[in-house]
């Protein structure tokens, strides 16, 4: 059993930088790739990033590549996203789940993913 929370959602201006921290529980953090995905009311979920706990693979949707960074520590089971030149497109409520899965096709989808956390909003004005 793993429970996550997630932390450090905003609001912030376009082209600022927001740090989501997620924290889980369990003796077994180090098993599970732990990945972030966002929603907006009347969206699908959408994969935005993933820390997979094999290999130390990370893994971006092609809309947050090379602004946003994942990165995990084991030792503190935590897992940052650093989300740097947001836009009002980002705005949405960030999900934090774990997952037991590594590889990168599994864990772009949600429906792979075992415990999730009760979300944090972003709201990035333009």
């Known amino acids: 059993q793993v429970q996550v929370t997630e932390s450090g959602g905003g609001w912030v201006q376009t082209g600022d930088s927001l740090k989501l921290s997620c924290v889980a529980s369990g003796r077994t953090f180090s098993l599970y790739s732990i990945g972030w995905f966002r929603q907006v009311p009347g969206k699908e979920s959408e994969f935005v990033a993933v820390?997979?706990?094999?290999?130390?693979?990370?893994y971006y949707a092609d809309s947050v590549k090379g602004r946003f960074a994942i990165s995990r520590d084991n030792e503190k089971n935590t897992v940052l996203l650093q989300m740097n030149s947001l836009t009002p497109d980002d705005t949405a409520v960030y999900y934090c789940?774990?997952?037991?899965?590594?590889?990168?096709?599994?864990?772009?989808?949600?429906?792979?993913?075992?415990?999730w956390g009760q979300g944090t909003q972003v709201t990035v004005s333009s």
């Open positions: 820390a997979a706990w094999k290999g130390g693979n990370t």
């Open positions: 789940g774990a997952s037991s899965q590594y590889g990168s096709s599994w864990l772009r989808s949600r429906d792979n993913y075992q415990f």
